[in-house]
């Protein structure tokens, strides 16, 4: 399609431009920046609240689909305001609500707060502030309503376990077939059995099914490898890693490899929604994540959703050292390092390029001198050829003048010789004399 021109056409892209910054402005308008004050405030509303940390790559991505949240609830006279709060500046409030991770959508309702833990969607994010800030309790008003309402769950069920079964196993069973050390509050339910323990899908605190099984698929300790760590980027969970030697027995090996197992045991209900824990032996993998040279034994903590990596900000005695920094984590005051920004792309380029050059280099130095001395040879031997040409071009033109003129010179005296000869004189003086007393002499 051609670009307008003229005046005309200029005025209009400018408001075009003026029409889109103000549907943008619109939108904020509609979501509240949420202060101190808010604590006390909140039970006069229902608040659909976003917690995020400025520094937070997720919680930037949310932001514009955030806006739409704000301006549809109130387009459609919704009694749900929308707002959010910056966890790192108010920590303290964020704390009271358990904001444990970046960003944390939560839905407050007089002394309740439900956790949004389903696909950060407008769509989903709005039906879910529907479904909660309503009745707890609904009542069905018919037998097709209430087999209608079954077979949802049921369905959902399905279409988790078409999609999961390659990770785990699915069953069904009847109430009198569960163990007896488990309490269900309402049934139909939805369990996942690990670590001993099981764990049960609350649709308000989890939010999709699906996603709640993916998160809940992997034990809570774990060895870990790269393919694993690969697979746990699924699952939104920061991963705290001790990285030691396995093959080294020293008690500082050993201590911190136990320390993540307490915590990972006894911290559990805690954790077990924002953190995988495990170990890996060697750092030879971390190293290429991080791009960096860890010393060993350490601990590191990995986002491997978006690359980016928390280090110890203190010496780890024990559990409780380890639960603060993980805390401070969630709290926003242990800074991250990494991830995915352009300046960290660029930087990834080249050390993954100095990596392939070092590995070749290494499994095999004779394929190495041939992939990369062959090409720089031939640039050499070629840039050599120009500058050698230009060189010894001029030279040859110098020569070739040099000899031109000797060659005159060398004619002029042949023919003098010959003149001098004929008229019987000696070539004597040798230097050119004037022409005046030349003329003299044949005289």
Same mark, same amino acid.
């Given at each position: ?6 005046p ?20 904020e %308008?509609? =979501?509240e ?8 405030n ?10 995020y940390?400025?520094?937070c ?9 955030w ?6 609830m109130?387009?459609? %006279?919704?009694?749900?305001k &929308? ?6 500046s108010?920590?303290?409030i964020?704390?009271e609500?358990? =904001? ?7 839905? /407050? ?5 439900y956790?949004y833990?389903?696909?950060r ?28 309402v079954q077979?949802?769950?049921r ?29 269900l509050?309402?049934?139909?339910? &939805?369990? =996942?059995?690990k670590?001993?323990?099981y ?17 809940e698929?992997?034990q ?12 746990l ?13 396995e093959?080294?027995?020293?008690l ?21 929604? !924002?953190?995988?824990f495990?170990?890996?032996? $060697?750092n030879?993998?971390i ?10 034994p350490?601990?590191?903590v990995?986002?491997t959703?978006?690359?980016q ?13 380890m639960?603060?920094f993980?805390?401070? @984590?969630?709290d ?6 990494? %991830?995915?920004? @352009?300046?960290q792309?660029l ?13 070749i ?5 004779? /394929?190495?001198?041939?992939?990369? %001395?062959?090409?720089? $040879?031939?640039?050499?031997i070629?840039?050599?050829g ?7 071009? $001029? ?9 031109k003129?000797?060659?005159? !010179?060398?004619?002029?005296i ?10 019987g004189?000696?070539? &004597? ?11 003299k002499?044949?005289?």
């Open positions: 399609m051609a670009r307008p021109t003229g005309r056409s200029w005025a209009t892209s400018r408001l075009f431009a003026a029409v889109i910054l103000l549907d943008l402005a619109v939108c %308008g509609f =979501v920046d949420l202060n101190e004050s808010f604590k006390d909140r039970k006069d509303d229902i608040w659909l609240v976003d917690f940390a400025p520094w790559g997720h919680c930037k991505k949310l932001e514009p689909i806006n739409e949240v704000g301006l549809e109130k387009s459609i %006279g919704s009694p749900v &929308v707002g959010k709060m910056d966890a790192t108010y920590s303290s964020a704390s609500f358990g =904001v444990r991770g970046y960003p944390t959508i939560k839905l /407050l309702k007089g002394d309740l707060a956790n833990r389903g696909p969607t407008k769509d989903d994010i709005i039906e879910f502030a529907h479904r909660v800030s309503g009745a707890l309790i609904r009542p069905l008003p018919s037998q097709q309503m209430f087999d209608h077979k949802r769950h369905e959902k069920y399905i279409d988790a376990a078409s999609e999961l079964i390659v990770y785990t196993y699915f069953f069904s069973a009847s109430e009198d077939v569960v163990p007896e050390y488990v309490t509050k309402e049934m139909p339910a &939805v369990l =996942v059995f670590d001993n323990t764990f049960v899908y609350d649709e308000y605190e989890d939010g999709d099914l699906s996603s709640w099984v993916s998160r698929r992997f809570n300790y774990l060895t870990m490898d790269g393919f694993l760590l690969y697979e980027g699924d699952t939104g969970k920061l991963v705290a890693i001790a990285v030691i030697d093959k080294n027995t020293s500082e090996h050993t201590r911190l490899k136990s320390v993540i197992q307490e915590v990972a045991r006894d911290f559990r209900d805690h954790f077990h929604r !924002n953190f995988q495990g170990h890996m032996d $060697g030879d993998y190293n290429t994540l991080l791009m960096d040279e860890l010393t060993v350490t601990i590191v990995l986002n959703s978006n690359q990596y928390f280090l110890l900000d203190r010496h780890i005695k024990d559990a409780s050292d639960v603060q993980i805390n401070s @984590i969630l926003g005051t242990v800074p991250a390092q990494g %991830g995915d920004s @352009i300046l792309r930087k990834r380029i080249m050390f993954d390029a100095k990596s392939t050059i070092v590995s280099f290494k499994s095999s130095p004779l /394929l190495g001198c041939f992939l990369f %001395g062959l090409p720089l $040879g031939v640039i050499s070629m840039c050599y120009i500058y050698t040409a230009d060189t010894e071009g $001029g030279y040859i033109e110098e020569r070739y003048e040099v000899s003129s000797e060659m005159e !010179n060398q004619e002029q042949e023919e003098r010789k010959e003149q001098e000869s004929i008229s004189e000696s070539l &004597v003086p040798t230097m050119q004399e004037p022409k005046d007393v030349l003329e002499k044949k005289d």
